[in-house]
């Protein structure tokens, strides 16, 4: 049987769905941007749109002077920590997801995002109790 990864979605005290990616390690890669999905249905397609959007470009913000990429496009940035992180930006510019923590380089950073592509395509969604 092929490893497949796996978004599992929740309910937040507030109300909100979010989501996040999980490896078949079951190590999460990514979670949703923002404050959460109102409803169910529009979080599954937040991770439809993650789905769809998994190969886009990446914008490294962390160069002195970098090319603005069109949407969707993965944005590399330094956080307040100084570790890289990503977010990924659907084609309407709206923030579909992020990187849960910080990486210390700007590989792994990248690894991070590759691993969005290798795990969102076939990953199932599930529910998950927190």
Known sequence: MALKGKFAYYKTAKGYYNYRLKASN???IAVSGGTGYSSLASCKAGIESVRKNSSAQIEDQTLKTYE???NPKYEIYMDKSNKYRFR???RNGELICVSENGYASKDNCK???ASIAKWSI???IVQEEI
């Open 88 to 90: 990924l930006k659907a």
């Open 122 to 124: 076939d990953a199932d």
């Open 68 to 70: 603005e990429l069109a």
């Open 26 to 28: 079951n190590e999460t």
């Open 111 to 113: 690894k991070g995002i």
